[in-house]
């Protein structure tokens, strides 16, 4: 959202005020200076080991308190998070417009990912505005019953932030150790991949990274105790793999901008990687963003290890595979999303 609320910002007509959760404050921080922004308001909602339901409980409560004191005429919203549903629900019981972007997005099983599939569509259903990435996310929401004059193709703001972050003198510790190989970047993290799921994929991985000299891995652990402690059993003693802090946006952006190829079962990252050249192997059964599958970006693995490995080590080894990936076109946006959102936003304000 981060680019979005700069170009609202410089809109003489728009009076925008930045909410923050505090969830994952390190990382949210990281972003906020990247960005040079500062939140109007914050709810530090994050304590050890808290769950789905403190996460929606305590968003919901500080969106009262804010929507009471600002009395917004919309409130924007993004994607598939927990903060995302318990905001717009806020706003829902409150009788505040809700705009919600990148809508539309589906795999339309209610438990993949989860729960950011059941946020989605329960956003999507109180939304007053939808901000489509693409023409297949529009026609998703058409199908549900939304109104023509409210759903708009925008690309994602995703892809915007990417000409802030990405620089070419970027430099860093871990790049360096991996000078000379081919640099794989792995993110996972998904509720759903927790336990076996996530021990098959890394056993894969391990694998892949045995049979082929010539490669480097660096994987960001996420901050989730389960996921580290996987991690650190199946990966942590190899010499070519390096389990580093979750990294900042910025470095994030950076290592994918110079990395040979992606493994991730993040959501985000399959936009931003094909946008930088780079083939992503999704490391799950489904994807909600199937234009990335159609468009040759992105290749759905799986969770199962035969399956993984094969997919790894063949994107390896096949040189046409691997060229089309990285120079299929991407259908997620040109870095105009923002614009296209405060064009649409301004043409409406005549209606509050």
């Known amino acids: 959202m981060s680019p979005l609320v700069l170009e609202l910002r410089?809109?003489?007509?728009?009076?925008?005020?930045?909410?923050?959760?505090?969830?994952?404050?390190?990382?949210?921080?990281?972003?906020?200076?990247?960005?040079?922004?500062?939140?109007?308001?914050?709810?530090s909602i994050m304590d050890s080991g808290?769950?789905?339901?403190?996460?929606?409980t305590k968003v919901i409560s500080g969106m009262r308190n804010v929507i009471t004191e600002q009395r917004p005429d919309l409130v924007l919203?993004?994607?598939?998070?927990?903060?995302?549903?318990?905001?717009a629900m806020s706003c829902f019981y409150m009788g505040i417009p809700v705009g919600h972007v990148e809508a539309g997005l589906r795999t339309y099983?209610?438990?993949?990912?989860?729960?950011?599939?059941?946020?989605?569509?329960?956003?999507?259903?109180?939304?007053?505005?939808?901000?489509?990435?693409?023409e297949a996310a529009r026609d998703n929401l058409l199908r549900e019953g939304k109104s023509p004059d409210t759903v708009f193709v925008t690309g994602n703001t995703v892809i915007d932030a990417l000409k802030t972050t990405v620089r070419s003198d970027f430099t860093h510790p871990d790049l360096e150790w991996a000078e000379g190989s081919r640099l794989v970047i792995l993110t996972a993290h998904r509720r759903e991949n927790l336990g076996k799921p996530m021990e098959r994929i890394f056993r894969a991985i391990r694998r892949v990274v045995d049979e082929f000299a010539d490669i480097k891995l660096i994987y960001p652990v996420h901050l989730n105790p389960a996921v580290k402690l996987v991690a650190d059993n199946a990966l942590g003693s190899h010499p070519r793999i390096r389990l580093i802090s979750p990294?900042?946006?910025?470095p994030?952006?950076?290592?994918?901008?110079?990395?040979?190829?992606?493994?991730?079962?993040?959501?985000?990252?399959?936009?931003?990687?094909p946008s930088l050249g780079k083939p992503v192997l999704v490391l799950r059964d489904t994807t909600e963003r199937p234009e990335g599958v159609a468009a040759g970006t992105l290749r759905l693995t799986g969770t199962e290890e035969d399956s993984v490995y094969e997919s790894f080590a063949s994107l390896l080894t096949d040189?046409?595979?691997?060229?089309?990936?990285?120079?299929?076109?991407?259908?997620?946006?040109?870095?105009?999303?923002?614009?296209?959102?405060?064009?649409?936003?301004s043409s409406l304000c005549g209606e509050y």
């Open 247 to 250: 990294l900042d946006v910025m």
């Open 10 to 43: 410089q809109r003489s007509c728009f009076c925008t005020y930045l909410c923050v959760t505090g969830q994952h404050r390190e990382m949210l921080d990281s972003v906020l200076d990247a960005f040079g922004l500062s939140p109007d308001h914050d709810f």
């Open 252 to 273: 994030f952006h950076n290592f994918i901008a110079r990395s040979y190829l992606i493994l991730t079962d993040s959501g985000g990252i399959q936009e931003e990687a």
């Open 77 to 87: 919203v993004h994607g598939d998070t927990t903060t995302t549903f318990a905001a």
């Open 319 to 345: 040189k046409d595979t691997y060229s089309a990936m990285s120079k299929a076109s991407n259908p997620y946006g040109d870095g105009f999303a923002s614009k296209r959102i405060a064009d649409i936003l």
């Open 109 to 134: 099983n209610v438990h993949s990912p989860f729960p950011e599939e059941f946020n989605r569509q329960a956003v999507d259903i109180i939304s007053q505005y939808s901000f489509a990435p693409t």
């Open 50 to 56: 808290q769950t789905l339901f403190d996460i929606t």
